[in-house]
């Protein structure tokens, strides 16, 4: 099982972006984010087992752990500040913002932006250089650039089915040169807010609208395309990035390809039965499966 971190200290302060409740704290030097789970929508193990096929894949990531804060009475994750001083986190929409003043940067709205399009963001990671050498050590060799590391971060999106991969959900770090920061944020995916009842019906279900399969498929991104007013599918956006970045894309691809269902469900065998239940796991098993699959279509070796 993974451990579960207890949280001694107190909180210093509020995060105020994104939407659910979080606080820092510091232990000697460091700070760390506790991100709470009130809402029983399964944000904890997501963010973990996402952040587990993550490693296992070579991606640049930010590194989360089961936590608890006073006893057992708040659930939740936490992670290490990945911009600790005199380094400083730029998100997506302030460098969009600043190659398109136009680009809606300052609404408080993150999700419905037809601005925000594949071709927009892979300009953006143009100027950027790749993620700091501490997060590069297990990428593909092939993979050098903001984007091909990017497009990286859409097949674990495509592969998790993460629809919440918005403008404040990436980010860059700056320092003396500016940088595309690790992925972090996942606790949206791998459907972790389903009823169990659901679950258990699309996996025995004989009706082609009901299964897995099926569901697997309407996942959408944030990403709007150039030419249409509905957001892309999350696989569309993989392979709109990876059209980009072949070399670099076919490097993830070829991960993917080394990871089997067995190493999936020992992620998920890892997580505590009271955070994950069986028709849970059972079915984020089969999802993942599939979308490996859909990832892989066309692939070869
Ligand atoms: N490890 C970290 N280091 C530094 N800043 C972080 C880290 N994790 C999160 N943040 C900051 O906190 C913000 C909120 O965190 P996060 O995106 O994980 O939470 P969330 O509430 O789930 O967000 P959302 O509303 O996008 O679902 C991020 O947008 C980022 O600015
Ligand atoms: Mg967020």
Redesign the pocket.
């Known amino acids: 099982m993974y451990p579960i971190h207890q949280v001694e200290a107190q909180a210093d302060s509020l995060?105020?972006?994104?939407?659910?409740?979080?606080f820092w704290y510091t232990v000697g030097e460091e700070?760390?984010?506790f991100?709470a789970e009130e809402r029983g929508t399964g944000?904890d193990w997501a963010?973990k087992v996402v952040c587990e096929l993550a490693r296992l894949l070579g991606l640049p990531h930010?590194e989360y752990e089961l936590a608890y804060f006073q006893s057992d009475k708040l659930r939740g994750v936490i992670?290490?500040?990945?911009?600790p001083p005199p380094l400083s986190?730029v998100?997506g929409n302030q460098l969009l913002g600043i190659l398109d003043d136009q680009y809606p940067q300052q609404v408080r709205k993150?999700f419905g932006i037809p601005k925000y399009t594949v071709d927009a963001v892979a300009t953006v990671l143009g100027m950027l250089k790749p993620p700091s050498p501490e997060y590069m050590e297990n990428v593909p060799a092939g993979v050098k650039t903001a984007l091909g590391v990017f497009s990286g971060y859409m097949m674990l999106d495509t592969l998790v089915a993460n629809q919440?991969r918005?403008h404040?959900?990436w980010?860059a770090v700056l320092a003396e040169t500016i940088r595309l920061?690790?992925t972090?944020?996942h606790?949206?995916s791998l459907a972790r807010n389903l009823q169990d009842a659901e679950r258990i019906d699309r996996l025995s279900t004989t009706n082609p609208q009901r299964t897995v399969a099926h569901f697997v498929g309407r996942a959408l991104s944030e990403f709007y395309p150039e030419e249409g007013d509905r957001p892309l599918p999350v696989l569309e956006v993989f392979r709109r990035f990876s059209a980009k970045v072949p070399v670099e894309a076919k490097a993830w691809l070829t991960r993917l390809n080394q990871l089997s269902v067995a190493q999936m469900d020992q992620i998920l065998g890892q997580i505590p039965p009271d955070r994950m239940s069986i028709p849970t796991r059972a079915f984020t098993l089969e999802l993942l499966r599939l979308n490996q699959i859909r990832l892989l279509e066309g692939y070869t070796p």
């Open positions: 995060e105020q972006l994104g939407t659910k409740r979080k700070r760390f984010l991100k944000e963010e930010v992670c290490p500040n990945m911009t986190l998100m993150k919440d918005h404040e959900n980010a920061a690790p972090f944020d606790g949206s």
